[in-house]
């Protein structure tokens, strides 16, 4: 197909498409004279694909096209599709306004909880460096707060990330798909986690500070009182446990 | 203190300072003379928030300045924080490429999450509509595996917003300071948890693809074989169950 009908196909408009062909986002067409060029159902869906890393997962161009790239690589193993995944991973130049002394604390804390959540990582893991400049960064502004709660907040990543393996578990069989469930689930999935985050904390906030709406007394289910007397426990009557009497029997 | 002062004081270069003057991003200096002004701790405090919003935050300038006017606006209620921190929502234009059935479908999904978790929120939160938004376009790239278990994702986003509303717990007496605190953990918790993210993904892959490390036989707590036989429980035996005696005392 031509370059009008990839974009009525898509939705993405010609001016856009070309600018993805410069910035390399999407491999050219095949060339069919001068200024000519012709695509397939591939350029298609990764046009799609870089649309949507870039505006609903808030990629940087650059960001989108070493993602892109590396789904190209024919390494399709699991863990070459987690890779992928992970180059999206923010990243950003350290400030060099925060405290050597503050990194240097937020590297350790780093540490202690890969430690204590008995996670086995690669050596320098990107993350873990975002996660450290991150930390320092809260301290630099002195906010703490986020830092001493941090084993909950690894808890809670922690169901994210087994319900983010059961996503490609389930399609173990073709490692195409995987890696590009994984790169989808990942970039997108970080834009619908941060929204889901803002529809809770905007719940939690009414329970916990709104004073019309404080929580009554607990909802659990109503056991029945027990009568109160010697404890009927202590001497079992056989025909109670006998399944073949029916007590309520009578005749 | 001159530009130069607040760049050395700030880590932050002097053309960025100018910068952001341009955008707004930092109010003017006291003017003291033809292209001269001076800045005091205020400007200091607020280019290091403004620093850090952008470059570890991920905020575009342009929602990094609507972040900052709000902070600015002296409505410091719990909301009034909540209200500035959800300025800051990864925002985009909806994919005018997803089909409007894909968009009503996850409109509709969202819907029955929030009425499933009994979270009670503002008719239309921007973060219900970016949820929706970036389900349809999961959806539209052929990937609703995510969409499978959002259920699981909102319970451990649950999690979060509780140790989120925690954090400004403690410091209700500032709102100054809870809006700021409320900022930050959210903007900058943002890039923190899906590092964290990152991290537990990698070693969930691990546990759950490195054939190396298979995990052995369920490590529960081995209970001792039932011997094979009769059905003991069809006949009570009425010292069975008196506690006070001790069925292993042959004594």
């Excluded at 002195?142 to 059961?166: H, K, P, T, W, Y």
């Amino acid at each position: 197909m031509r370059i009008g009908e990839l974009s009525r196909r898509t939705g993405v408009p010609v001016a856009t498409i070309k600018y993805y062909l410069r910035e390399g986002l999407l491999p050219p067409g095949e060339s069919t004279g001068r200024n000519q060029a012709v695509y397939d159902d591939g350029h298609a869906r990764r046009l799609r694909l870089a649309r949507a890393l870039i505006t609903v997962g808030g990629l940087s161009v650059v960001a989108a096209r070493e993602v892109l790239e590396a789904l190209a690589v024919p390494d399709r193993s699991t863990y070459g599709a987690l890779a992928v995944a992970h180059k999206s991973v923010t990243r950003h130049d350290p400030d060099p306004a925060v405290p050597e002394e503050a990194r240097q604390r937020a590297a350790e804390r780093v540490r202690r909880l890969i430690a204590d959540r008995g996670w086995e990582l690669p050596h320098d893991h990107p993350a873990a460096r975002t996660l450290t400049d991150t930390l320092a960064t809260m301290e630099h502004l002195g906010n703490g707060s986020f830092a001493a709660r941090l084993d909950r907040f690894a808890a809670a990543s922690e169901q994210i990330a087994a319900a983010d393996v059961d996503c490609v578990d389930e399609i173990r069989d073709s490692p195409e798909e995987m890696a590009e469930t994984m790169i989808v689930g990942t970039v997108l999935g970080d834009t619908a986690l941060s929204a889901l985050r803002r529809l809770a904390q905007q719940d939690a906030a009414r329970r916990r500070f709104a004073p019309a709406s404080r929580p009554g007394p607990a909802a659990g289910p109503d056991l029945p009182q027990k009568p109160e007397g010697p404890d009927r426990t202590a001497v079992a009557r056989p025909e109670a446990v006998r399944p073949d009497v029916d007590p309520t029997d009578n005749g």
